[in-house]
């Protein structure tokens, strides 16, 4: 069993929050802060705006400083966001490790479904099928990350789903939600109309299938596009 203790590698901000998970209210203002971790205001500021670009605490008007329940996206979308600035293939780097993370807990997530997830997942394709063959066409792009991750949404690892969550972040800001070739989305939302009627049917391993060929043809695409 890991020793419960908190990491030197953080800051003092951080082992603060790491070390009072029961304040779940207003966290005391910076002053008061200050004099307990014995920090300068300036230093402890720093750590401040850290915490916040990792989506640990959020800060408003009149309303101080709040814990925020931890989430693994934040801190993976920041170094994802610089990485495909530096180069556009990294997007397909992080879009493979998305493709195996899916596979590899597609089995454990689906179990854990209920029912009122399958009807989530069923009226989730009823939209899908509406946009895309409605006038004018839309495309299902909301509808297409929210399925995705309602699949996974049991997981009880907030670093599978954050890594999930951020790949969908990701792909809305390299553009790919624009990608209008009817046919193609066909044969995706296909795909997905396979995935769910597999699922609510317990036949994971026909949905597992499916997944592994829908999740090949978007890699292609993805590839194709940069």
Avoid at 137 to 157: A, G, K, Q, S, V
């Amino acid at each position: 069993m890991l020793r419960e203790r908190v990491s030197p590698n953080i800051s003092e901000f951080l082992r603060y929050l790491a070390a009072h998970p029961e304040a779940e209210d207003n966290l005391p203002p910076l002053t008061e802060l200050s004099r307990e971790l014995g920090l300068g205001v300036a230093a402890l500021r720093e750590q401040l705006e850290v915490a916040r670009a990792l989506g640990l605490v959020e800060v408003k008007p009149r309303v101080g400083m709040r814990r925020k329940p931890f989430t693994f996206a934040p801190a993976v979308l920041k170094s994802l966001d610089y990485a495909i600035a530096l180069n556009k293939d990294h997007f397909i780097a992080f879009a493979d490790l998305r493709q195996h993370i899916e596979t590899a807990y597609w089995h454990e997530a689906v179990k854990l479904l209920t029912p009122e997830d399958h009807n989530a997942l069923q009226e989730l394709l009823a939209r899908a099928w509406k946009k895309l063959r409605g006038t004018p066409i839309e495309i299902p792009h909301p509808e297409h990350r929210e399925l995705h991750l309602t699949i996974y949404r049991r997981l009880d690892n907030p670093f599978v789903t954050g890594l999930l969550q951020s790949y969908w972040e990701a792909y809305e800001s390299v553009g790919l939600n624009f990608f209008t070739d009817y046919n193609y989305l066909t044969e995706v939302w296909n795909y997905h109309q396979q995935m769910v009627d597999a699922i609510s049917s317990n036949d994971v391993e026909a949905g597992y299938k499916a997944l592994s060929e829908h999740t090949d043809l978007i890699h292609q695409i993805i590839s194709s596009s940069q």
